[in-house]
T-cell receptor, first 110, second 114 residues
């Protein structure tokens, strides 16, 4: 079992839709949770960073962590074609090693 | 400024060549990382430097040799690579990984080994 599981998609939605991206994890020691966006042939870009459980909002993006169910979510409101990318969830315990999910490919159709 | 720069952007090399990838950050971060990413896969950690000392080597073949000349620079020396080493090589940095600070990635170097 992978430490962080993520459905690779692809996920295709119309412009303006609310997008829900999800991951599960198995390591109870994970304390830090991130979402990265990666455009084709580019490096990952940090979108959201959360410590422990709870919600965090930044513009159209909301990150949610439920440690009781080991579930990580990213919601994108009013999705735009420019949101089309691969979204990677990631976690770590506070040390050097970050564990990434497989990444979900998102396509937002105009 | 949260920028990590990498050079070159693209590199094509033969199996007998020696080349180097370079990474630079000016955010005052004390941890730097090399990752390898194959198409449609997540980044795989290769090396971690903390305060200019090698902290983690994820059992990477010796044909990859990292170097951290100072706190802002990270190199990856390549020698006698194989075609299966073709990938996107990503550099990242974080303020102090022992506190769980998050990593900022560079744009990557796309390496092709012929």
């Amino acid at each position: 079992q992978k430490e962080v599981e993520q459905d690779p998609g692809p996920l295709s939605v119309p412009e303006g839709a609310i997008v829900s991206l999800n991951c599960t994890y198995s390591n109870s020691a994970f304390q830090y949770f991130m979402w990265y966006r990666q455009y084709s042939r580019k490096g990952p870009e940090l979108l959201m960073y959360t410590y422990s459980s709870g919600n965090k909002e930044d513009g159209r993006f909301t990150a949610q962590v439920d440690k009781s169910s080991k579930y990580i979510s990213l919601f994108i409101r009013d999705s735009q074609p420019s949101d089309s990318a691969t979204y990677l969830c990631a976690s770590h315990t506070g040390g050097f090693k970050t564990i990434f999910g497989a990444g979900t490919r998102l396509f937002v159709k105009a | 400024d949260t920028e990590v720069t990498q050079t070159p952007k693209h590199l094509v090399m033969g199996m007998t060549n020696k080349k180097s990838l370079k990474c630079e950050q000016h955010m005052g971060h004390r941890a730097m990382y090399w990752y390898k990413q194959k198409a449609k896969k997540p980044p795989e950690l290769m090396f971690v430097y903390s305060y200019e000392k090698l902290s983690i080597n994820e059992s990477v073949p010796s044909r990859f040799s990292p170097e951290c000349p100072n706190s802002s620079l990270l190199n990856l020396h390549l020698h006698a690579l194989q075609p299966e080493d073709s990938a996107l090589y990503l550099c990242a940095s974080s303020q102090d990984s022992s506190r769980g600070d998050t990593q900022y990635f560079g744009p990557g170097t796309r390496l092709t080994v012929l």
